[in-house]
């Protein structure tokens, strides 16, 4: 009897250990954009004995499987408008954040989050924030991307134009040898519209920003500079006081006061405030409660609670000041048709999903700008693009695709530009359901990807690799932080110890 | 009493329509993605933001009253309002599509420049080298895709020869005041000739990349159904009246050879008033077919519901007219 027993004892202990020593299968999903990007990650996980399937979908339908939580491992990419991981690294990696597709969760993570959303000073922040990272890379809730180079292009003749990380393509300085217009293939087939309160993407206010100006506005590299804000100071946690720069006028001859900022803010902040429809920009303005007039050049914002002065200052870049007894005088409808800005060219006439024709404001209060004439194109092509650059029907083009920088390249009159991209590229992995409960195997997966040749083959080097999603560009990235290196043994090991033999 | 009859089909139309945008509605709500999440992208928004926009939207109510709500919206002649742009679906639709009509048109003209002669003639020369060779010619204008022909047209016209514009529909400084959407006739109406010949030139690339296509199916056609008509007894007795050989292939074989081509034509010609997505992408030409695809993409259900039933109304007008040109290529046909 007692022999019987231990046979059993063998017997079952074998069984368990064949289980146990399993391989490590998953289906990796992606779309359209980056199913190549996911073939070669697949085949490279094959080599360390990871059996991975590659399925392809539609972005909308996938997006909301994952959110069910029934996928397990899957390509996204979130951007980022403020250079600030308050918008990146906040809504993905919070416990049940807006953008957690991976389901992670670290008290300690949040906490540093949570200081970093609320503390007005930096330094604190910064430290909130190195922590997040140190956290993030070795919990591994996703396998980590890289962030893309934002490619554009212009004809050797344009000068004083550069690409910015924020696709804002200011025309103010540009000039073209030889002519008094510049043309921009723009990357998308249409703008949303010409009210400055009613959209949200980064094209409508590419061509926005050529015709309003903010309170301040960004550099290139993304440092803030004053626009029509001369300066600005924090009067306490929830509060901060701007001054406006005299003498500044809309295209309509009237002056900008500070009547005119209230109001851009107000329609923004109150629900149904445009035309009975709300605004979708108020999130962007963080806990904002009102902003009200000091005197003609001075206003206050006033927050509910504490709000670090540079995610404000940040924000305030995307917010385009309107004219209020303009907008008051035509309404919404008539504004959309004949937008009046106080920026450096006005609307000429067009149609948001053709072309935009806008000439310079000769009053502008920086002093006019160089060329008499700016269009933006819409040109969804990227290939129609670069044609359309090379006829020199165009001279500046947006969004290269990396695999057409080498014909640009060889054609003559042609540079192409980069500026630092804001977009994270990932793979997410649902750390809620096994086999990525386990650290040891999202940590193995970090390691067995050869990132180096797939963004060389892929991307042509227009990549750059993060070592967790914090973006480079943004307030308080840990640069000594490096990405886990390609170490397929130790990735081998990982796994062994997890209980996937790899065999 | 043809009048009558166009005028009972149109009005049997209505019921098609409603149906198609019934099944339209149902299915899109089927359809995984919420536009709101969509709309607002890559943001750090509250859980209450969100759930104000929905409310807003009418998208936090249950489908049968949001069916509700837009058959009350339909039985008042409105459309309703577009999800993401915020514009109403009439207006949005109404911009589209003169430009895709535009092209339909002239890519119909390329298309029959090329199909009749060269059907014809290959069915007057069948078994020649020329029929052969326009036998693989259509071949391979139907097997070309549309997004390669169409970037390989520009390569040649525009980037190599400087011929022909890239895209778009006129330059910009050629640009001329939107009066009825019909760049051609808006640019008459301006009085602008320049701006006339610019319009057209912008036209011919997207349209020869559609209407060499359009002409491969349609040559086929006019050639096999040719053949048969000139084979037929009464071409026989017109050429035995001493009849001129070209009046016999023009007036005899040729009109009771078109019905068949007319049919395939008009189903060609309903497609394209749909809009074509991939053309009019590459040529940068603001139509319907970008319009549709990327409402469906963003789940912007209210603009694919006004679509879908101006495509229903489409296909049954286009069927009436090609039965109407029916009753005049061959009058014993009655409507």
Known sequence: MRRWKWLGIIVLALLVGVASAKKLSFVLDTTDNRADEAQAIASQLQQIGVDVQVRVWKSGVLLDAIKAGSRQAYTTDWGSAYFDPFDLGVPKLTTGGRGNYSFYGNAQVDEDFQIASTTTSDAPRAAAYKDAQQQIFSDAPWIFGYVLKNIEASSSAVQGWEPAADNSESMVDASVQGGNAIVMGMRTDQIVTFDPAMYRDRDTEAVLRNMFDSLVTHTPSGDVVPQLATSWSKVDDRTFDFTLHGGVTFQNGDPLTADDVVYTFHRILTPGAVNGDTSPRAGLLGPLDHVEKLDATHVRFVYKDPFPESLLLQALVHFQIVPQAYMEKVGVEGFKKAPIGSGPFKFDRGSLDAQIVLTRYDNYWAGPAKVQQVVFRMMPEPSTRVAALLSGEVQIIQAVPPDLVGRLQSAPNVDVKTAEGTRAYQIELNNKVAPFDDVRVRQALNLAVDWGSILDNIYHGYAQRLPTAFLPSGFGYDASLEPYPYDPARAKELLQQAGYDGQ | ?335
């Open chain 2, 1 to 335: 009493m043809r009048l009558l009859k166009i005028l009972q089909r149109l009005l049997a139309a209505l019921p098609v329509a409603l149906g198609v945008a019934v099944l339209a509605f149902l299915f899109l709500r089927f359809l995984p993605g919420d536009p709101v999440e969509i709309m607002l992208g890559d943001t750090q928004v509250s859980k209450q933001q969100i759930a104000e926009l929905r409310h807003q939207l009418n998208l936090d109510q249950p489908i049968g009253a949001q069916l509700v709500h837009f058959f009350g919206q339909l039985s008042h002649g409105q459309l309703g309002t577009s999800i993401v742009k915020n514009e109403a679906v009439a207006s949005l639709i109404g911009n589209a599509l003169p430009a895709t009509i535009e092209l339909t048109f002239a890519t119909v003209l390329v298309a029959l420049l090329i199909a009749l002669p060269v059907g014809v003639l290959s069915a007057i020369y069948q078994g020649t080298w020329l029929d052969r060779a326009v036998l693989s010619g259509a071949l391979l204008g139907i097997s070309m895709p549309s997004f390669w022909f169409g970037l390989l047209l520009i390569l040649l016209f525009a980037v190599e020869a400087h011929l022909l514009p890239t895209s778009g529909r006129i330059s910009s400084t050629l640009l001329v005041d939107k009066r009825t959407g019909f760049m051609l006739i808006d640019t008459l109406l301006a009085g602008d000739l320049r701006a006339f010949g610019d319009a057209v030139r912008h036209l011919v690339l997207p349209a020869l990349t559609l209407g060499v296509v359009f002409a491969a199916v349609l040559a086929r056609v006019v050639r096999s159904s040719m053949i048969e008509a000139l084979h037929r007894q009464y071409v026989t007795t017109a050429r035995a009246k001493g009849v001129r050989e070209a009046a016999v292939i023009v007036k005899h074989a040729l009109r009771n050879a078109l019905i068949p081509a007319v049919t395939v034509a008009g189903l060609q010609v309903g497609e394209l008033l749909g809009g074509n997505m991939i053309v009019e992408t590459i040529f940068a030409w603001p139509g319907v077919g970008r319009l549709v695809v990327n409402s469906i993409f963003a789940r912007d259900y209210v603009v694919v519901q006004g679509a879908v039933m101006l495509y229903a109304i489409t296909y049954v007008g286009v069927n009436l007219l090609v039965d109407v040109i029916y009753t005049f290529l061959n009058p014993r046909i009655v409507l």
